[in-house]
Every structure is written in structure tokens, then in C-alpha cells.
């Protein structure tokens, strides 16, 4: 890695989603972050040798990647770096990972410029020793829940997620569009 100093307005954003990542950065350089922008897990994983982040954005579900893989690699040149994972399909389970691996934040999309704001200069969203209280879920969240947990053990292959589930793949599809609620 190389010897550049750290500044607290340096933000590595990383989705797939070209549009969204590229109104991102404009918004986010707007509000005074040097920010460096890629597309990929691979391209990220580069541009840490020549950008040492304060800050970073990650998709959670990129082309079949997960944001998940960046954040050891992100903490280890920067073990400061205060990192939000961004996700279409929130789920308790992606959630309660990526906090363990050391996110400090975790959003739903779509956020826009001032929510990703907001939760990047904020308290991190729980403490890693903390223990989480909920209330029951309700029963389309819980199945929520399992749908996600068997996508995650299959590395979010929706075919072979479906065949585990017992379900046809275009059922599980139609599932993942509906979104519960979230108590």
C-alpha cells in the first residue's frame, strides 16, 4: 500500500449500478468528499493501492460479487474507515453480517446523497458486542428472512436458492421484488 495520509474527506463509492454511481459521486463530491468511484469489487480492490478511503459506500449485490468482501481489505489499509453497505434486499441476516465484519452503517436503497450523509457522520448502528432486541416478526418478514439466509448459503444464486427452497426459481424472483415491511 502506499504512504498517503488519510484524509477525513476521502470516500470510496463502489456499486454496479453505472447511473446510481455516477449521480452519487457528483453528489457526494458536492458536499466537499474526494471521492473515488468504481464498479466492481475487482476495481475497488485496485484503487485501494492508490486511494486510502475515510470513508466508504458499498453495494452489498454487484454482478453476483458481494460489498461484504471489502470491508476487511478496506479496515486493513484503514482500520478507521467508517463503511455503509447499501442493499436493495435488506435482510436482518446481511445486516447483522456486515456489521460483524465491521460496517458501521447499513442502508436501504434507495438513499440518497443526504441519507448516506447523515449515516456515514453518525454513531456507527450498534455497537459489535451489543446484543439486538426485536419483537416477533411478522410471518411474510420471517419468510423474508429465510429466503434471505438460504440466498446467502447458495452465494446468492437465485436457481440454486429456489431448488433448496423447494420453490420454482420465477416464484422465488416474484418473493424477492415484494419487500415485507419491516416489523
Not at 468504481?38 to 484503487?47: F, G, M, R, T
Not at 434486499?89 to 456489521?99: K, P
Not at 443526504?114 to 416477533?136: N, R
Not at 410471518?139 to 433448496?164: F, G, P, T, V, Y
Amino acid at each position: 500500500m502506499s504512504n498517503q495520509t488519510i484524509s477525513a474527506n476521502t470516500c470510496l463509492i463502489v456499486d454496479d449500478d453505472e447511473t446510481y454511481l455516477r449521480v452519487l459521486t457528483k453528489a457526494l463530491q458536492r458536499r466537499s468528499l474526494i471521492v473515488q468511484a468504481a464498479n466492481s469489487v475487482e476495481s475497488a480492490l485496485e484503487a485501494l493501492h492508490r486511494f486510502i478511503p475515510q470513508l466508504a459506500v458499498l453495494d452489498l449485490s454487484m454482478n453476483g460479487q458481494s460489498g461484504l468482501g471489502l470491508i476487511k481489505p478496506l479496515l486493513k489499509v484503514n482500520p478507521e474507515c467508517r463503511i455503509l453497505i447499501l442493499t436493495g434486499y435488506a435482510s436482518i441476516t446481511t445486516a447483522v453480517e456486515a456489521i460483524k465484519l465491521g460496517a458501521t452503517h447499513y442502508l436501504s436503497k434507495p438513499a440518497d446523497a443526504e441519507q448516506i450523509m447523515a449515516a456515514l457522520t453518525s454513531e456507527p448502528a450498534i455497537d459489535k458486542d451489543q446484543t439486538v432486541e426485536t419483537s416477533p416478526m411478522s410471518i411474510n418478514r420471517l419468510e423474508w428472512e429465510h429466503i434471505q439466509r438460504i440466498l446467502k448459503e447458495n452465494n446468492n444464486n437465485i436457481s440454486e436458492a429456489a431448488r433448496a427452497l423447494g420453490i420454482h426459481r420465477r416464484t422465488l424472483q416474484r418473493k424477492l421484488q415484494k419487500r415485507p415491511k419491516l416489523l
